[in-house]
Every structure is written in C-alpha cells, then in structure tokens.
C-alpha cells in the first residue's frame, strides 16, 4: 500500500461527497415537478410523452397500481429484447452480420437488462448487432435505471407523506427521472468518454496488420453511447467481453476514475433526496454515513489484500502485490477500488478479474452483494435496500428499550417490519439455494474452471451476483448452458421484483400513517449510534446469512493460501 494509493481513495470519497446535496437538490426538485434550469428545452418533450401516452401527470396512483405498471413496463421490455435478438441477423445495423442468439441466451439476456443486471454469457463485440447494442441493451439501461430510481422516490413519498392513499404516478417519475437526469448528463459524459479516445460509431470493425504481418481485425461500434450509462444506471454490461478492462472501454487513468465517480454519484445523492423530502437532510446524511462506513471497510481490505499479494510470491522475492488479471495502466489500487464500487454498488462493470483477486480480496467484492444491494447499490435500489434494513434496526431498538419503534415520523409495526423481511430473506434463497444445486450436478460442475474452494467460490459468486442484480462475474464458470442462463435469470427476476413488491407494499403502508412527532422516549436517528445501530444490524444478518457459505469458499482458501496450496 502508497501514499499516492490512498491519497487516490480519498480524492474519490472527496468528490463523491461533495456532489451529493448539489445533485441531491436537483433530484428533489425533479421529482416534486418543480421547475429546474433544463425545464425550458425539456418541459414541452415532457407534456409531449404524456399526451401520446395518455397519463395525466396530476393523477397519482395507489401502491398497488404503481407496482403492476411497473411490472407490465418490464414485462413489455424483456418480450422486445428477447425479440430483437432472436431477429437480429435480418434486421438493420448489424454491419458484422450477427447470426441470431440462441434462445436460452436470448431469455437470459433480456432478463439481465431489465432487471439491471446486465450480465453477460456472452461477448458482446462477437454476438450482438449495433441495433441490439443501442435499441435493445441500452434503451433498457436507461428504463432499468429510472425504474430503479423510482421506486426509490416512491419509498421516500411513503416515509413523508402522512395520512395519503397514493405514492406517486410511475409513467410520470421514469418520465422525469430519464428527462431530467439520466439522459442529460450521459449526453455531456459520452461526449467526455470520445474524447478520451472511446470509439462511438457505426462503421463496420476494422481489419489491421500487425508489426509481424498478421491480420487483426479491431471491434468498433457505438460504446461511448452505452458505457456512459452502464455506469451512471449502475447497469455495468459491456459493449465489449472484458468490460471495462479493455482499452476502447475504458481508455485512460482519468476515464476510469471518472467512471467510479459515476457508478456512485447518483446512488449516493439519493439519500440527500430522502433527508430533503422527509423534512431533515441529516437523516440522509445518516443513511450515507453508514454506507461509506461499509464501503471503506471494504476497500481498505480488499486494497490490503491485493498490495500484500501470498505468500507464495513472497517466498519468491515478489514484493510488488498482486498484478494477476489487472491492467497496468490502473494498477492495483485502482483495481482494488474498481472493484469494491462496481460490487457496492450494484453496477457489475470490471476493470479487473475478480477470479484472480486474492482470497480476502476477492471475498470483500462478494460480501458487497451478499449484504443486499444497500452500500449505495444500484441506482434507486441502493436506497430502497438500505432502508429495509433501517426499518429493521428501528424494529429491533424499539425491542431493545420497550418503545414502539418510530422512524421519522411514523411508527415501524408488524405489517413493515413483514414487509422489509419478507424483501431481504428472499435474496439469500437464490444466492444459497441455487448454488447448492449446482455445487452436486454433475453438468453444472462441469462448468467450474477451478478445483477446491476457488471452484465453489466462481458459483456461489455468480449466483450472488444474478440475485443482488449486480451482473459482475467472477471469472472461472461457463455460464453460457441451458441450466445456468435459465436458474441465472430465475435469480435475477427474483431478486429485482421480490424486493421491489415488498418495498412497494411498505411504501404505500408508510403512506396512510399519520406522521407523530419525536417525543422524549424516540431513538435519535441522526448521530453516530444510530449509524452503529444499523451497521451492526446489517452485519449481524450477513453474518449468520453467509458465513458458512463464505467459509466454504475464500476464508478457507485463505488459510490453505497461507500454507502454499493454489486452487
């Protein structure tokens, strides 16, 4: 570990906080109608989608409505993905002529991008036309993202308002959220990504002869477009098979910080919003102080981990850390924080292979998605992930000192406290459940490259990583087999809408709460042990959840680690 290493991860926290309440402000704004500086070119496209759509913006909707508009929205994306990959070889813009995906691919897929997942068992420079690329992965970006964000604010309307049948309108919020705040500034951020040298193009792939006289042909295509927001939406599927570890994908040193800074900026914001719209930025600031207590836990092992290297290297004089599946022109530190934002946040993009991380250090990118989607998370669901969890530490104080449980004005009782735990048990279900079916079938394990923990480290990773909707691989597994697309987007769907449905539930519950006012006996929810309370309360769950499964896999590879023995 360096100075300059860790001067590197404060510059990052720096600037993440500092962005936090101008774009919180702006958000809150956006999401209550209020007039912002772009409303004067963005207002009239605006009213234009709403009459062509038929939603009247004034008209809000009851929880139950909101969440099946949801649900029918995303069932229409995932038959027109599903469609345009099946059909993509006689359909335009395929300069490479692309065959048509296969349809075990082609669901797995489509259930990735409309879940926010975007994972990939595919390279998508060797298997998708342009037309796919833009039409197809990055429109949902953009919907899976504002759908994300949405919910969000519906939660946040359901923590304020007070004695209301309604949380919003949800044509009008993912209206607003793309308008006003997705699409602006990817337009400004692909702009900056071209000129650090990221292609942004039509034109076929390039053929070119290399100093030794052989023919290479070069992929090329829209990627400015779609990496732009497969970092902001925290999405993280790449135009190319590496991510963001290719040199077209993520061209410089200050393209891949600018590309951290984007996984979390909105993520992060979002708990502004909260403070802003529940009356009290400081509950905000709680909840961000409890996810950036989490994150820089994680990053300080995970960069520790990686600067340390084994002890194998170590008997042989190698001092410079662990370089494995890293690209030199980033480096360990900013592999090792690459990875821990990309994990906390839900965003799946990678700028190194995690399956050739240390033990420890690839044991931190794991737990980031195992805890729920809740250190900034996706975008929105980060959020709404997180305050499940506070639900349930206010539940678990009121038990503590024999008080009803009051959070911001409203009492937490059975209904809510059913509503956040139906929402955070059903993730370790599939994180759990699944991999160990595929850990005793012989066809899936076939699929494992690594012996040993290491192999069962590659499944229990992929499965984590479907369900907490991250899409972030391991490395390692074949994922590309009718039985892995198929329990993959099983764990994907469920762990997108079965959290979404609860959430939802508990928003439009908050709603019809009348609002009380803090008395002498309610648990301060804005000062340090608060923060603790909630921390512990996540950690505790995490813990009896995943460690049996976490020492099946990197904590025992670690100690055998330790004695010379590689998987």
């Known amino acids: 570990m360096t100075v300059i290493g860790w001067i590197q991860i404060l510059l990052f926290c720096a600037i993440i906080v500092a962005l936090v309440k101008p774009l919180g402000g702006y958000m809150t704004r956006v999401f209550n109608g209020e007039r912002t500086f772009l409303s004067p070119i963005l207002r009239p496209v ?21 969440t099946v508009a949801m649900l029918l929205f995303h069932f229409g994306g995932l038959v027109i993905l599903y469609a345009l990959m099946r059909f993509q070889a006689v359909l335009p813009f395929n300069a490479m002529e692309q065959s048509a995906v296969a349809p075990d691919l082609s669901f797995n897929t489509a259930v990735s991008f409309i879940t926010n997942t975007n994972w990939q068992n595919y390279g998508g420079e060797s298997t998708l036309s342009y037309l796919t690329q833009m039409l197809g992965l990055t429109h949902q ?94 999405n993280g599927g790449g135009f190319f098979n590496v991510n963001a570890a290719h040199p077209f994908e993520n061209p410089t040193a200050l393209s891949n910080f600018v590309q951290m800074l984007s996984i979390f900026v909105i ?35 995970t960069y520790w981990a990686e600067a340390s290297g084994t002890s194998i290297m170590h008997t042989l004089g190698l001092t410079g850390g662990n370089m494995e599946g890293k690209e030199v022109r980033f480096g360990i530190v900013a592999s090792a ?49 997180m305050l499940l969890f506070v639900v349930l530490a206010i539940f678990v104080a009121g038990l503590m000192v024999g008080r009803t449980p009051e959070y911001v004005g409203k009492k937490i009782e059975a209904r809510e406290v059913k509503m956040a735990m139906l929402a955070i048990l059903i993730l370790p279900l599939m994180y759990l459940g699944w991999t160990s079916v595929a850990v005793v079938l012989p066809s899936a394990v076939a699929s494992i490259a690594n012996a ?51 959430a939802m539930a508990l928003a439009g519950a908050l709603a019809q709460k ?46 055998a680690m330790t004695a010379n023995t590689l998987f």
């Open 46 to 66: 605006e009213a234009g989608l709403y009459r062509i759509g038929g939603v009247d913006e004034k008209r809000e909707q009851h929880w139950l409505t909101y």
């Open 141 to 234: 970006n953009f919907l899976s993202g504002a759908t994300g964000i949405a919910i969000a604010v519906a939660l946040i309307r359901g923590f304020a308002r007070s004695s209301a049948r309604t949380v919003g309108n949800f044509w009008v919020d993912v209206t607003r959220t793309t308008l006003y705040v997705l699409l602006p500034i990817c337009v400004i951020y692909s702009l900056f990504l071209v000129s650090q040298g990221m292609p942004q193009t039509l034109g076929a792939y390039v053929d070119a002869t290399t100093l030794e006289g052989a023919k290479q042909t070069i992929a090329v295509g829209p990627v400015a477009s779609q990496v732009a927001i497969k970092m902001l939406g925290t």
């Open 267 to 301: 993520g992060a914001a979002l708990t502004n919003v909260f403070g802003r719209m529940v009356g009290n930025q400081r509950q905000g600031w709680a909840i961000l102080a409890v996810m950036g207590v989490l994150f820089v836990a994680g990053v300080m092992v």
């Open 337 to 385: 924080l690459f990875a821990v934002v990309t994990t906390a946040a839900s965003c799946g993009a990678v700028n190194a292979m995690h399956d050739s991380f240390t033990a420890l250090g690839g044991m931190i990118p794991l737990i980031n998605m195992q805890l729920g989607e809740l250190i900034i998370g996706g975008v929105g669901a980060g959020l709404y992930g």
């Open 452 to 502: 040993g923990p290491h192999g069962f480290t590659e499944v229990l990773y992929a499965y984590t990583s479907a369900t907490g909707n991250n899409g972030s691989a391991f490395g390692g597994l074949t994922g590309n087999t009718l039985f892995y697309n198929l329990t993959l987007a099983c764990s994907m769907l469920v762990g997108r809408f079965f959290m979404i449905v609860p």
């Open 514 to 559: 009348k609002s009380i006012p803090p008395s002498a006996g309610s648990l301060p929810t804005t000062g340090g042990l608060f923060v603790g309370l909630v921390v512990g309360v996540i950690l505790i769950v995490g813990g009896l959840t995943f460690f049996p499964a976490l020492a099946l896999g990197p904590v025992v590879e670690h100690l």
